[in-house]
């Protein structure tokens, strides 16, 4: 069993930026795909990241490519990720997930484990 908990979220003006920490206990992570999801009110969980076991390969949802860097220190047991130039519309409950798809995965389906999710505002 892995046991992912989330920290970092809270409230920000647009344009504004946040890191999220996603810290894992139980197992290492070193052997699973890691990845970042969102899910605003009213809508249905959507990707936003993911990254290899090693971290050497990322994939950004459309929305946040060029804003958002997903990476990880296995080391630490951590996933993080790092969002700049804040939008409102990135206003959601953002949740981490491991995969043993190492290289990572888009698929909600195909995640085995998730956090509890931490909640991002943007303020415009």
């Known amino acids: 069993q892995v046991q992912l908990v989330e920290s970092g979220g809270g409230l920000v003006q647009a344009g504004g930026s946040l890191r999220l920490s996603c810290a894992a206990s139980?197992?290492?992570?070193?052997?699973?795909?890691m990845a970042w999801f969102r899910q605003a009110p009213g809508k249905e969980r959507e990707f936003v990241a993911t990254i290899s076991w090693a971290g050497t390969s990322t994939y950004y949802a459309d929305s946040v490519t060029g804003r958002f860097t997903i990476s990880r220190d296995n080391a630490k047991n951590t996933v993080y990720l790092q969002m700049n130039s804040l939008k409102p519309e990135d206003t959601a409950v953002y949740y981490c997930?491991?995969?043993?798809?190492?290289?990572?995965?888009?698929?909600?389906?195909?995640?085995?484990?998730w956090g509890k999710g931490t909640l991002v505002t943007v303020s415009s």
């Open positions: 139980g197992r290492t992570i070193s052997s699973y795909g």
């Open positions: 997930a491991a995969t043993l798809y190492v290289g990572g995965s888009r698929d909600v389906g195909a995640m085995d484990y």
